[in-house]
Nanobody, 121 residues
Framework: QEKLVESGGGLVQAGGSLRLSCVAS????????MAWYRQASGKQRELVATITRGGNTNYADSVKGRFTISRDNAKNTMTLQMNSLKPEDTAVYYC???????????????WGQGTLVTVSS
């Protein structure tokens, strides 16, 4: 079964750094765009950053210059390096991927279970 598993969340002081990782597993024909989303308590889930298979990236204005998204297509992994963290970055962070799976070949959108990032002031 296709799945995404995040890791790397935790508690950090404002100004600190964390690195989130996402590992994809399953019967993939191809993994296309991958993304990180986050959802703070009581708020809607929001897009943080995206990365295409070719490495093109986009970021939410709130994280530009502080967060860096990257991926390794050979290992089916994605990371989010988060620097200069702020209390308002506190949220559950989710990994997302648009994939094409085999048996039969079809597109899917898959999500991870989320990892909590807490930034203390």
């Amino acid at each position: 079964q296709e799945k995404l598993v995040e890791s790397g969340g935790g508690l950090v002081q404002a100004g600190g750094s964390l690195r989130l990782s996402c590992v994809a597993s399953g019967r993939f024909f191809m993994i296309n765009t991958m993304a990180w989303y986050r959802q703070a308590s009581g708020k809607q889930r929001e897009l943080v950053a995206t990365i295409t298979r070719g490495g093109n990236t986009n970021y939410a204005d709130s994280v530009k210059g502080r967060f860096t998204i990257s991926r390794d297509n050979a290992k089916n992994t994605m990371t989010l390096q988060m620097n200069s963290l702020k209390p308002e970055d506190t949220a559950v962070y989710y990994c997302n991927a648009a994939v094409i799976v085999t048996g039969p070949i079809r597109p899917l959108e898959i999500w991870g279970q989320g990892t909590l990032v807490t930034v203390s002031s």
